[in-house]
């Protein structure tokens, strides 16, 4: 399959003052096989080391820090010829090994020619618990689960995939049906590499369901794995309550419906190492809607959403024909559907970072609030084709946006004081975000 985040990855590799690569994102997003094919497809030779049960490894980085040294024993454990001008070196699973997460401040500060990614599922938990990190001397990506355009992509829907990128809103209208049920089947199937694999493969919507609860079985592991004893409980918690929250009409994340009695100290550790494992976001409530967003941002309210719509459509068992077909029983969980893909492509395709808006009363919320180069957009979230936006209406006539919008499986429209983007076509907000012009 495809995945967008090789074209950053080649940007990086031709960059100036380029430094070693680190990978961040949840298990099971794909980061082993993004650096693998990485290299496969863009160097001779690809080095390839796993710190995870290998004591051999781990020890090549106890010693010093030496260049020469350590790519010499590097090569006699790959079996690779390492040479700077043609091989990429991969270090999977690096929060293992400490001391390698180190030799990357003296890769780049005395070998900056060697192309070095890295990668860790528990990085976030790893650098808490006092691992030294190298401050300054590396570059960050985060990889997230396939995006609604990568999914088409994956299905053999390149043209449509072109259509989203070209923006051409007039053919989306005449292929809308075919939009609609890629993203509904997206809803059910998520973008977790091994469920839309196996749904590529199989069309099977149970197999695919049954590689979710797998995963989700598999993240609730590493908590009694990796999380401290005292902590464990309150992941549980944390982790089970999210699909309960988000079916709330107010989807603010309360800490008593968690556990009664429960108050926000108890289970802040807990949410951060969620954070840090990359399995939620957060989005955070900002008391004003002005510039810049962060400096108006309350840390005690937030909404919380899962890493994949998919995962989350799974935690609520959710059949696929509630989905693909519609049921009046479904109508309040799928707002929280609606919500969690577009916070999704909001994050993974336009790399922002959302908050949402309400006045103290909790009435005439703004889904997400949005910061482009001059101003704050506000970004309605309608579940159908829904072309009420009495929040939205209100919000604007008290604080004058310049740019408004509200996404709904509506066609894309334009009135005096709003815009309607197909929920599909949510890449068309990046002519909103950047430079403040909307595409011609």
């Known amino acids: 399959m495809n995945r967008h985040a090789i074209k950053r990855l080649e940007h990086w590799k031709d960059a100036k003052g380029r430094k070693p690569m680190i990978i961040r994102g949840a298990r099971q997003v794909g980061k082993t096989w993004l650096m693998k094919e990485f290299g496969r497809t863009r160097f001779a030779k690809t080095a390839y080391v796993n710190f995870e049960n290998n004591d051999r490894a781990k020890a090549i980085f106890e010693m010093d820090f030496d260049i020469a040294r350590m790519i010499l024993a590097l090569s006699a454990e790959t ?14 699973e690096i929060q293992e090994a400490p001391k390698a997460l180190t030799s990357l401040k003296y890769f780049y500060e005395n070998a900056p020619q060697y192309c070095i990614v890295a990668a860790g599922s528990l990085l976030g938990v790893a650098i808490h618990h006092g691992t030294s990190f190298p401050v300054g001397k590396v570059d960050f990506m985060d990889l997230y689960p396939l995006s609604y355009t990568e999914f088409l992509e994956a299905l053999g ?47 099977n919507y149970q197999s695919v369901r049954e590689i979710q609860k797998n995963l989700l079985n598999y993240y609730q592991q590493d908590f009694s794995k990796h999380a401290q004893t005292n902590l464990i409980p309150r992941l549980n918690l944390v982790w089970n309550s999210i699909p309960g929250q988000l079916a709330k009409e107010n989807r603010k994340y309360i800490y008593g419906q968690g556990r009664g009695g429960a108050r926000a100290k108890d289970f802040e550790l807990a949410i951060q190492w969620l954070l840090d494992c990359g399995l939620i976001h957060k989005v955070h409530r900002v008391s004003k809607p002005q510039l810049p967003l962060k400096a108006y941002m309350e840390l005690d309210t937030f909404k919380m959403f899962l890493l994949d719509v998919g995962l989350l459509a799974a935690m609520g068992d959710l059949s696929e024909k509630v989905i693909l077909e519609g049921s009046r029983i479904f109508t309040e969980f799928k707002g929280a559907l609606t919500e969690q893909y577009v916070l999704q492509q909001l994050v993974s395709e336009l ?33 159908e084709e829904n072309l009420k936006a009495r929040s939205l209406r209100a919000f604007c006539e008290k604080y004058n946006p310049r740019f408004a919008v509200r996404s709904s499986m509506s066609d894309f429209r334009e009135q005096d004081w709003m815009t309607n983007i197909p929920l599909y076509d949510l890449l068309y907000l990046a002519n909103y975000l950047s430079e403040g012009q909307k595409r011609a």
Do not use: C, H, W
């Open 79 to 92: 079996g690779v010829d390492i040479q700077a001008e043609d091989t990429l070196l991969i270090f999977d």
């Open 157 to 203: 829907e390149e043209r449509f995939a072109k259509l989203l990128a070209a923006g051409d809103t007039e053919m989306m209208r005449v292929f809308k049906s075919k939009f609609i049920e890629r993203l509904k089947e997206y809803y059910f199937v998520g973008g977790m590499p091994e469920a839309v694999l196996t749904f590529v493969e199989k069309k």
């Open 351 to 383: 790399g922002v970072t959302a908050y949402y808006y309400s006045t103290p009363n909790s009435r005439g919320e703004i889904d997400f609030l949005l910061q482009a180069d001059t101003s704050v957009i506000p970004l309605e979230v309608k579940a």
